[in-house]
């Protein structure tokens, strides 16, 4: 089980602060959504609690140590990431991509064995992708590409995920299927966070939320709590509006 | 393809086109004669041809084509990008200016390479020095910066060209069209083949992330920034021992990568090796044309890896990669 801890984190694109002194935790069996506008930092967040950027206030600590300063391959086997977008420049079929998710788990000579290759195949079948193994990523659809590389992230089997927009490109069933897997995941003890982009998703599938306003201003707690009419129309400059659907609530758009 | 049959077929290929190399030119050796002198025994002749004059340059020539197609899949992954070549950020183009001026003062083999090797270390520096500047070290930036610097090693060359009397006209085109009529010593070549094949082997399957973008590959556990440090190094070195020895001979290092990525795919792990024997028996028989074809004068090699290659490209782009 590991943990993801960002403390007094803050972060600043040339003059704009994208966020100022964030803190949370991503624990084992907790699913977050993040919510905010357009360029209101979400994708540059995930990258700095990735270590993929480097930190310039605050920390970012993976199981109580500083995320850059783990070795890359030890920090992908507990905590994976979904890019936004996947590009394939050179030919590879459908398997070997999703394989590359055993890459952390396998010494340097070692060659993807039986149990990899199992892992890789679940993985594509949970994504419906099984028919598809020896098909040439390039000649996959934009949802299939997608799906393609969530299941990159599956076989990769990472303590703690972290998804930027993984709905892109997804229709309407492979979206819920989507969450529900992640939901059980995160059940199942992972500790999940994913950028959405619609408050309803966040509010049915996940526990917590983030909310950057773009400002540097952030707010956290639990969906329930947090997701309302008043913080959901700042969030995003548009008045929203709530309808009450059994004990539920739907939020929509004021035309 | 499995890997047993397909590095069992690209050796025989190598080996085959050796022999080939080793028979053919101006003056025929049957195979009978071949096996006779290879065996310690045979005339005097044909014996000093095979072994003083084809043998050393048909090692030179597998060493070069090996050196270029390494180099080029090293340089396609670096910049990620699949049209990249060695000769793309300017190192040929570095080579190139050293060597001609070395040959316009009418210097000796010897030298022109030595100019040659600094002119591509030179331009290697260069390159490094201005993409790095500011500290950001995007492939779109290094791969701008390199194409700006040949396009100024090409204006050089043009100059340079412009201005050289008429006499050394000759020496100067061979040495740009790629040449390999006065490689005689095959071992240096050859060894620092097998240092960059055993600098990067280890690393195939990095590669194979890194061709899917800087990302991506940090996500699954590389370590992007040395690594990519080390394609250059490595790629750079590779391509200017090549240059060095053979000029600028073109399409092997651009062309090579691909035919393979084609026929078995772009797991590195096969990629590298595979292009590494195509590439030198590409090159082997490229040369042995070139100086057999109208005997006793030569072509430059660089020619005729075009004109074997173009068509067998081609061909496999036709075909479609492997299912």
Redesign the interface.
């Known amino acids: 089980m590991s943990t993801l801890s960002v403390d007094k984190l803050s972060i600043k694109v040339g003059e704009r602060h994208l966020c100022n002194r964030l803190t949370l935790t991503l624990n084992p069996a907790e699913r977050w959504a993040i919510l905010g506008a357009n360029g209101s930092g979400k994708t540059t967040l995930l990258h700095t609690m990735t270590g993929l950027l480097p930190l310039t206030e605050g920390s970012v600590e993976l199981d109580g140590h500083p995320i850059t300063t783990i070795a890359r391959r030890a920090v992908a086997q507990r905590l994976g990431l979904l890019l936004q977008d996947s590009h394939d420049p050179f030919p590879v079929t459908v398997l070997e991509s999703v394989l590359s998710g055993r890459h952390p788990h396998l010494e340097r000579w070692s060659q993807e064995g039986e149990e990899d290759l199992a892992i890789a195949r679940q993985a594509l079948a949970a994504m419906a992708l099984d028919e598809m193994e020896g098909r040439m990523v390039q000649t996959l659809s934009g949802g299939e590409r997608r799906r393609l590389a969530i299941a990159t992230l599956l076989t990769q089997d990472p303590a703690l995920m972290l998804l930027d927009e993984p709905l892109n490109h997804l229709d309407l069933r492979h979206q819920q299927q989507l969450l529900q897997r992640l939901k059980r995941l995160g059940d199942e003890g992972k500790g999940v966070m994913m950028v959405l982009h619609d408050p309803n998703l966040a509010l049915r599938y996940c526990d917590r939320a983030l909310l950057l306003y773009g400002d540097g201003s952030w707010e956290s707690g639990s969906c329930q709590e947090l997701l309302t009419t008043e913080r959901l129309s700042r969030l995003y400059g548009y008045p929203i509006r709530q309808l009450m659907e059994g004990s539920g609530r739907i939020f929509i758009p004021e035309e | 393809m499995k890997s047993l049959p397909l590095f069992t077929l690209l050796s025989l290929l190598a080996i085959l086109a050796m022999l080939v190399a080793l028979m053919a030119g101006s003056v025929a050796i049957s195979p009978a004669e071949l096996a006779a002198i290879l065996a310690g025994e045979g005339d005097g002749i044909g014996r000093e041809i095979v072994l003083q004059l084809r043998l050393p340059r048909a090692l030179a020539a597998f060493a070069v084509g090996g050196l270029l197609a390494l180099a080029g899949v090293q340089m396609?992954v670096l910049l990620?990008?699949?049209l990249a070549d060695p000769y793309v950020l300017g190192i040929s183009g570095g080579a190139a200016v050293g060597a001609l001026l070395a040959l316009l003062a009418g210097a000796a083999t010897l030298i022109v390479n030595g100019a040659a090797l600094a002119g591509a270390l030179g331009s290697m520096l260069l390159v490094f020095g201005l993409a790095h500047g500011s500290g950001a070290w995007s492939p779109s930036r290094l791969l701008l910066t390199g194409v700006v610097i040949a396009s100024g090693w090409g204006a050089l060359i043009s100059f340079l060209l412009a201005v050289a009397p008429q006499h050394n006209l000759p020496g100067m085109l061979f040495w740009l069209m790629g040449d390999l009529s006065h490689a005689d010593q095959a071992t240096p070549a050859l060894l620092i083949l097998l240092l960059g094949l055993l600098i990067t082997q280890?690393q195939a399957?990095n590669l194979?992330?890194l061709?899917?973008?800087e990302?991506?590959a940090?996500?699954?556990?590389?370590?992007?920034t040395p690594l990519r440090l080390q394609l250059y190094l490595i790629a750079s070195l590779l391509t200017a021992t090549a240059v060095t020895i053979g000029g600028s001979i073109g399409f092997v290092g651009l062309v090579v990568p691909h035919m393979l990525?084609?026929l078995i795919?772009?797991?590195h792990r096969r990629l590298i090796p595979a292009s590494l024997l195509f590439g030198g028996t590409l090159l082997l028989l490229a040369d042995t044309l070139a100086r057999s074809l109208i005997a006793p004068q030569q072509l430059p090699v660089g020619v005729l890896t075009a004109l074997v290659g173009v068509p067998l490209f081609l061909y496999l782009l036709q075909r479609g990669?492997r299912?």
């Open positions: 396609q990620g990008n699949p280890p399957r194979n992330l061709a899917r973008g990302l991506q940090s996500v699954l556990g590389v370590t992007v990525r084609l795919g772009s797991d990669y299912q």
